[in-house]
């Protein structure tokens, strides 16, 4: 039903920076309107929230871990959301995914951050941060 294509991965140093791309496209679905999310899973570990926006692009939400390093936006007209990544860290390295909520799943600004507020997945990019 939604199509992702996620860019922009790959390996970088300690203290490096990469921004992340995630395209997507449905026929019944109306990407534009729709809250959209970063996750990550590192190896061994369960997959956490990164960070995420609101449909609007005005509401950016950041895990602890990320904020003030990381920076979500969107791109409406094009269906496109980009993480940029700065001050990166080996504990960043994982797979990131970009996930899409629906507008009509209610209370997001509370729910941003769990997995079941989400419909769609992309299928996950490799981040690594060498020492």
């Known amino acids: 039903q939604v199509q992702f294509t996620e860019s922009g991965a790959g390996l970088v140093q300690t203290g490096g920076s990469l921004r992340l791309s995630c395209a997507a496209s449905?026929?019944?679905?109306?990407?534009?309107?729709?809250?959209m999310g970063w996750f990550r899973q590192a190896p061994g570990k369960e997959r956490e929230f990164v960070a995420a926006i609101s449909w609007s692009g005005d509401s950016p939400y950041y895990s602890d871990s990320v904020k003030g390093r990381f920076s979500i936006s969107r791109d409406r007209g094009v269906n496109t959301a980009y993480l940029q990544m700065n001050s990166m860290k080996p504990d960043d390295t994982a797979i990131y995914y970009c996930?899409?909520?629906?507008?009509?799943?209610?209370?997001?600004?509370?729910?941003?951050?769990?997995?079941?507020?989400?419909?769609?997945w992309g299928q996950g990019t490799q981040v690594t941060v060498s020492t």
């Open positions: 996930a899409l909520a629906s507008p009509i799943n209610a209370d997001y600004s509370a729910r941003y951050n769990l997995e079941d507020e989400y419909d769609y």
């Open positions: 449905g026929r019944a679905v109306s990407v534009s309107t729709y809250n």
